[in-house]
Structures are given as C-alpha cells and as structure tokens.
C-alpha cells in the first residue's frame, strides 16, 4: 500500500493547527502513559497501523511493559494489571469512539467522571477525539508505519 498525499504538505496550517490541540493536550494534567495508552486503544479500535505503530513505540520509550501493551486491546480481562485511572480512561476512549455505536451512555459518563475531574475528563475527550482524527487522516492518505520503513 503506498501513500496516497503527504497532507502535511498540502495542508501545513491545518496540521499545525492539530499540532497546537497536541500540544494542548501533552500540557494538561493527565499523565503522558495515560494519554498514550489511550491512543494506543482508540488506535486499535481505528485499525490505524501508522498510529499503532506510533504509540507502542512511545509507550516502550516510556517504560511500559511489553506485556502490558499486548494486552491493551483486552484491558477488561487483564486483572491489576491497569489501574483503575487507565481502566476509566480505556473504557472512557471506546465509548467516545464508537459513538455512533454507543451514544456514549449516561452510565459510561458516570463511570468517568467516578475517576476524573471535570477538567481531566474533558482533557481526555480532547485527546480521545484528536486521536480519532490522527487516525482518520493517517488511514485516509495512507501514511507508511515506521516498522514498514525499516523493513
């Protein structure tokens, strides 16, 4: 599969402009593991290659255990193994994203705000919905994953 645009070419002021919404949320108060493991599973969710790829490798940077990251797409089943901010913060980035699916729940929404402040559940939302749109686009205009490019 090969690249169909280099939209960051093309449309330099837009993808600044969801450069400043990154910056915004890499800045807020939620924990960088915490935001990448959620787009690690709105990424899986997405089938997005380049973002999946992205984020593992992040995550290994920080510290994370391989075990952990094989087991983000069934966090529910994984025991102790996440604690109970990143459960949320999971089960919070699957609602939103299957939206259409879900119409994020009233019992989704109180399960998160159980766990996250007003301001760090809207935060979350924030990076959940960016990511959501990193994906679209990376699948869109199909950006190569870096694992592809080593090869």
Known sequence: MSKRLDYTQIAPAGVKALGGVYGYVMNCDLSPVLVDLVYLRVSQINNCAYCLDMHTRDL????????????????????????????????????????????????????ARAVFNERELVDLTIAISLMNTYNRMAISFRNTPQAVMEE
């Not at 069934?74 to 919070?92: C, K, T, V, Y």
């Open 60 to 111: 290994l940077k920080k510290g994370v255990k391989v075990e952990k990251l094989a087991l983000v797409q069934a966090w529910r089943e994984a025991g102790h193994l996440f604690d109970d901010r990143e459960r949320a913060a999971l089960a919070w980035a699957e609602s939103v994203t299957l939206v259409a699916q879900t119409g994020v729940p009233d019992a989704s929404y109180e399960a």
